[in-house]
């Protein structure tokens, strides 16, 4: 028999209001709330990411002065040069850099 508003109990419970595919609204408001965006973390990231670089290269510029000045060839300052290209381009490429992922697994219980 079909529940009708004649035949429904006065006292029982109001079924949850649903939205599309049967999730309920407060599970929906849940949901919302994860999604809010915040630019702290990613001025944080974006911070420690400019830190990082620059503290490689400065420490790439002082080992090629401190080459040089100790009378060196030039040609060793190529070793401190190429690290600092591969540890600047790790730092530029890191994921956690791109801040908090959007997409799944996010589970909700």
Do not use: D
């Not at 595919?21 to 915040?38: D, I, N, W």
């Not at 973390?41 to 080459?67: K, R, W």
Request: hydrophobic share 50%.
């Amino acid at each position: 028999m079909l529940a009708t508003e004649e035949n429904r109990n006065a006292n029982s419970p109001a079924p949850p209001a649903t939205v599309a595919f049967g999730k309920t609204a407060e599970l929906m408001k849940r949901v919302q709330r994860l999604r809010e965006v915040s630019n702290l973390p990613s001025v944080y990231y974006l911070v420690q990411s400019y830190v990082l670089i620059f503290g490689v290269a400065l420490l790439a510029i002082v080992a090629c002065e401190f080459l040089l000045a100790s009378g060196w060839s030039p040609a060793w300052t190529v070793a401190p040069l190429i690290v600092a290209i591969v540890f600047i381009g790790a730092a530029q490429h890191r994921p956690q850099c791109s801040g908090p992922r959007r997409s799944p697994p996010y589970v909700i219980q």
